[in-house]
């Protein structure tokens, strides 16, 4: 199937803790972004990527850590995990300035 | 900055009824526009775009949208709605460089 898709889907754990969500697209984009939706519903972007290249890094804090190794896969690495970022991770992917189609989401609960 | 409004938070609608969700977003260059949706519990999907052309958009289950450049908005339509079109509904924008920035969501429920 050609999708976006990330894992894993629920992602409970402790604070202090590293963690890791992982992206890959099929669909020959050449752009990645990673959401965060929090408990609100609200969407607010993250991070994007295009052909590898870091293009947009909003206000974000440096504990969490895009890391992409090539144009299909944008992973999101989170460090010393807090209560506050607990809410659902989206991943997405665009070719050039057309529709960014979405992953399933990665739902993290930090306990 | 850039940014997007939806002015609907939550709207409650009986099947059959119309539905008119309000978008208005904050920019003068040249914008394309999205509405997704997202049915509970899974993940955001496009009902229809905006880029250029016709500003009366049709989209799929249905919607459609109007671009009202004078009014900054992409309001969307649906002339009847049924249950299965409760979910959340989520308007966007882009303007630079693959930016998209989205609007607050409006919670829909219709009631059967």
């Known amino acids: 199937d050609t999708a976006v898709s990330q894992t894993p889907k629920y992602l409970v754990t402790q604070m202090g803790n590293d963690k890791s969500i992982k992206c890959e697209q099929n669909l020959g984009h050449d752009t990645m972004y990673w959401y965060k939706q929090d408990s609100k519903k609200f969407l607010k972007i993250m991070f994007s990527?295009?052909?590898?290249?870091?293009?947009i890094n909003e206000t974000v804090p440096n504990r969490f850590s895009p890391k992409s190794p090539d144009k299909a896969h944008l992973n999101l690495h989170i460090n010393s995990l807090e209560l506050g970022d607990s809410a659902v991770y989206f991943c997405a992917s665009s070719l050039r300035e057309t529709e960014a189609f979405f992953g399933q989401g990665t739902r993290l609960t930090v306990v | 900055a850039q940014s997007v409004s939806q002015h609907n938070h939550h709207v409650i609608l009986s099947e059959a009824a119309s539905l008119e969700l309000g978008c208005n977003y904050s920019?003068?260059?040249?914008?394309?526009l999205f509405w997704y949706v997202q049915y509970p519990g899974q993940h955001l999907q496009l009902l229809l775009k905006?880029?250029?052309?016709?500003?009366l958009v049709k989209g799929i289950k249905g919607f459609e949208a109007e671009f009202i450049k004078s009014k900054f908005s992409f309001n969307l339509r649906k002339p009847s709605v049924q249950w299965s079109d409760t979910a959340e509904y989520f308007c966007a924008a882009r303007t630079g460089y693959q930016k998209v920035t989205f609007g607050t969501g409006t919670k829909l429920q219709v009631i059967p």
């Open positions: 920019y003068g260059g040249t914008v394309n």
């Open positions: 905006y880029f250029s052309g016709d500003p």
């Open positions: 990527y295009n052909n590898k290249e870091l293009i």
